[in-house]
């Protein structure tokens, strides 16, 4: 399928237009929230919070019978925010460090999901037929239902970040001095730390628990690499997560049995290596002209001001 | 009345970490209008004391007091200006953002910084000779250059009382005559400036008390009291030397000249 052909099904095949809609959703609110687990090193914490959203999603299966967005969204939102408290717990009471406890508790969300998927796998009704879709995300089995429920939890979860941007910005800044100007620090890092979970659940279907993590680091990373403003940062992260979701979306949706997820990362994956390269001031190759052009003028200078006077 | 021209004070303070105290039974009353050094050996809880009086470690015991009140209800007289290596200076924001952020607790929630919190952090760059550099982003500064940039967002914050900890650490001497000439012009508005100090060599010369500091209080006073090679000697060990070729009370009785404090 060429370009033309692409952009002409986007417009007017009415599945091709959910499945659109529903990666550029994701895209934008992962993009955009992921700028502040970029900014205060909580990449890992994605990470553990998609993968322990497995468990979440299939219980919430198990105990309603029903594949209600909202109801799975809701399971992998409680799941995320369990694990978090047990990273809490476990850093505050042992000795374990942060890395680890986080490796720790990834895996056995993990794992504890795994299971429970095989058991639900094993019940007769059709119902749980769609579960798997949640390991590496399925556009293509998105409807207007899944979109509808995505746009809200997504737009809510926008709508704060941009009412407390302020806060937002002292947190992730200066947590100490914040707290000095009398706001309530660990009240914010929760409240940031839940729309970064409202991030996550809102792309698992599209994008699966596995790589969902990557929806919020690399847009972010890549958008870093163009700016040194966070306003600009936030929006070029949403527009990239919206062009790699569209993009990945289209390609899985339209070939047979492919899965969203991985062409949704290999998509940003190269907006991040193009970004890293080329991107002026901070990009390698300009850095590279920079050091080169550095180099050149101190040879000459070496040149002119000591060969003219020997020793 | 005694207590109201105290502008901080601390009693019987004791933090822990696990179960080692870090400050142990430490009281301080600290004047109005003064400047006051905090010196001590590395691990001696200087900056563990700032941030007790600020309320950001938790503490075992004793209580602090500005201007006669917690401190809970007297923050908006409290100004801070933490370690320069506390933060990223790669995030992506520019000088005169973080200078406005000294004034995001009185805008309280929600509310934006508009025209009038940009003025004030222009004035308050200008004060610290950073005002050329108010668009540019944070990475691109010097050492010194973000030191600079903290004091002025402290000082936008418009304070009574200000901690400062370890402000001349590494600075370049620009920032240096910078930092000392604007502590005087806080000491003649009538506020009262709290530093953690490395150097010895020149808290005569730029402050009028002094606390030395290890785990417990050594003794906290004005300099040409309690700035003695006796309390030194407690507070560091034998560590003396320190004090470099003078005594300290030939260094009391005739401060260092700028000639022969060389250090740049």
């Not at chain 1, 800044?173 to 914040?178: E, I, K, T, V, Y």
């Amino acid at each position: 399928m060429d370009l033309m052909s692409m952009l002409q099904a986007v417009l007017f095949n009415y599945t091709l237009r959910t499945v659109a809609l529903g990666a550029a959703t994701l895209g934008i609110v992962s993009g955009a929230l992921g700028c502040y687990a970029v900014l205060r090193r909580q990449a890992l914490l994605g990470d553990a919070m998609s993968h322990a959203a497995l468990p979440g999603i299939v219980l919430a299966f198990l105990l309603t019978g029903t594949r209600q967005p909202l109801v799975l969204m809701l399971g992998a939102m409680v799941a995320g925010w369990l694990a978090t408290l047990a990273l809490i717990g476990i850093v505050r009471t042992t000795r374990i460090k942060e890395d680890s406890a986080l490796g720790i508790l990834l895996s056995v969300f993990f794992g504890f999901g795994m299971v429970l998927l095989a058991l639900a796998q094993k019940q007769p009704n059709a119902a749980q037929a769609g579960l798997s879709k949640f390991l590496f995300g399925q556009a293509a089995s998105l409807v207007v239902r899944d979109v509808v429920t995505m746009v809200g939890l997504g737009t809510v979860a926008l709508l704060l970040m941009l009412l407390f941007w302020k806060e937002f910005k002292l947190l992730s800044f200066d947590p100490d001095f914040g707290t000095t100007q009398g706001f309530p620090i660990r009240l914010l890092d929760i409240g940031l730390t839940a729309l970064i979970v409202v991030a996550i659940v809102v792309g698992l279907q599209t994008v699966g628990v596995v790589l969902m993590s990557a929806m919020l680091v690399a847009p972010a990373a890549a958008a870093r690499q163009w700016t040194d403003r966070l306003g600009v940062m936030v929006a070029l992260a949403a527009f990239f997560g919206a062009l790699a979701g569209v993009v990945g979306a289209m390609i899985s949706a339209t070939a047979r049995g492919m899965s969203t997820g991985p062409t949704v990362v290999l998509c940003i994956s190269a907006i991040v290596v193009f970004s890293i390269f080329f991107a002026p001031n901070r990009g390698l190759v300009w850095n590279m002209v920079r050091q080169q052009r550095n180099r050149q003028h101190l040879l000459r200078r070496v040149d002119r001001e000591l060969v003219l006077e020997p020793e | 009345m005694h207590t109201n021209t105290l502008a901080i004070e601390v009693t019987d303070l004791t933090v822990a970490y696990r179960d080692n105290p870090v400050l142990w039974d430490v009281d301080l009353a600290v004047p109005a209008g003064i400047l006051m050094a905090i010196v001590g050996p590395n691990g001696a809880g200087k900056t563990t004391l700032i941030k007790a009086i600020l309320g950001l470690v938790p503490i075992a015991a004793g209580q602090t007091l500005i201007y006669g009140k917690p401190y809970a209800v007297q923050r908006r007289l409290v100004g801070y200006v933490p370690q320069r290596g506390s933060v990223d200076w790669d995030f992506p924001t520019s000088v005169l953002d973080v200078v406005m952020m000294g004034r995001y607790g009185a805008l309280g929630w929600i509310r934006r910084p508009g025209r009038r919190e940009r003025d004030l952090a222009y004035e308050a760059l200008e004060k610290v000779k950073m005002h050329n550099f108010a668009d540019r982003q944070i990475s691109q500064l010097s050492g010194g250059q973000q030191q600079r940039v903290f004091l002025a967002r402290a000082l936008v914050q418009d304070a009574q009382v200000y901690f400062m900890d370890e402000p001349f650490q590494g600075v370049d001497a620009t920032t240096e005559r910078t930092i000392v000439t604007l502590l005087q012009e806080l000491r003649s508005a009538g506020k009262t400036v709290v530093v953690v100090h490395h150097d010895l060599q020149t808290v005569p010369q730029y402050f009028d008390w002094v606390t030395l500091l290890n785990v417990r209080r050594i003794a906290s006073g004005m300099v040409s009291e309690v700035f003695t090679e006796e309390n030194l000697r407690l507070t560091y060990g034998g560590r003396v030397t320190l004090i470099g070729h003078n005594s300290a009370s030939s260094m009391l009785s005739e401060p260092l000249s700028a000639a022969d404090h060389n250090k740049g």
